[in-house]
């Protein structure tokens, strides 16, 4: 069956650190996004991609960056992590046809110390 | 641009209880209108989605949701709550223009033994 995988699952980083969360997606769905879900805020999206080598900045993009290199694979990297990074970030994907039913995977919670 | 309001951000009902989760949405086009359920540490899973035809949409674990273009709503039905109904509904929009989709903020059903 086809699915969306995160890793990791759990993640305890430093103040500063860079970090790389990894979303795999077996679809073949050309679109995909990241959000953040944060208590009081529901889902915000952070990136999203219509295709290989397209990237778009979503409505909470500061700080954070991704790169599509095929269409499995949008991986989220945080550049300098912060403290008001911690959340759980969740991938998803879509077809690209109409009405674009998301797919999510499981999340990854990530810390910042 | 497209937008959802969601009434409530937790509603408690007791179980056998009739569920109703309230969504209104905002879209300059005809919409395409979605229910998602999250458990506690999931990713988020389709309920139902409406995109054209029949008002009533009938989804999984016997939930259900009647688009009103009328009143601009797409509220969430059940007829008698399980426990194992407790999870956090979002209710979302996409207008197709952009190939994306807005959720609300979320509502965190309890069901009361």
């Known amino acids: 069956d086809a699915e969306i995988t995160q890793s990791p699952r759990h993640k305890i980083t430093e103040t500063g650190r860079q970090v790389t969360l990894a979303c795999h997606q077996t679809w073949n769905h050309n679109n995909m996004f990241w959000y953040r879900q944060d208590l009081g805020h529901g889902l915000r999206l952070i990136h999203y991609s219509y295709g290989v080598q397209d990237t778009n900045k979503g409505e909470v993009s500061d700080g954070y960056s991704v790169s599509r290199s095929n269409t499995e694979d949008l991986p989220l990297t945080l550049e300098s992590a912060a403290s008001s990074q911690t959340s759980v970030y969740f991938c998803?994907?879509?077809?690209?046809?109409?009405?674009?039913?998301?797919?999510f995977g499981p999340g990854t919670r990530l810390t910042v110390l | 641009a497209q937008s959802v309001t969601q009434l409530g951000s937790h509603v408690s009902v007791s179980e056998g209880a009739l569920v109703l989760l309230r969504c209104n949405y905002s879209?300059?086009?005809?919409?395409?209108l979605f229910w998602y359920v999250q458990y506690p540490n999931q990713g988020l899973q389709l309920l139902l989605k409406y995109t054209t035809g029949a008002t009533l949409v009938k989804g999984i674990n016997g939930f259900e949701a009647e688009f009103k273009k009328s009143e601009t709503s797409f509220h969430l039905t059940k007829p008698s709550a399980h426990m194992s109904d407790a999870a956090e509904y979002f209710c979302?929009?996409?207008?197709?223009?952009?190939?994306?989709?807005?959720f609300g903020i979320g509502t965190k059903l309890q069901v009361i033994p």
């Open positions: 979302a929009v996409s207008d197709g223009g952009y190939q994306k989709v807005t």
């Open positions: 998803a994907s879509s077809e690209g046809l109409a009405p674009y039913t998301q797919y």
């Open positions: 879209s300059s086009v005809p919409p395409y």
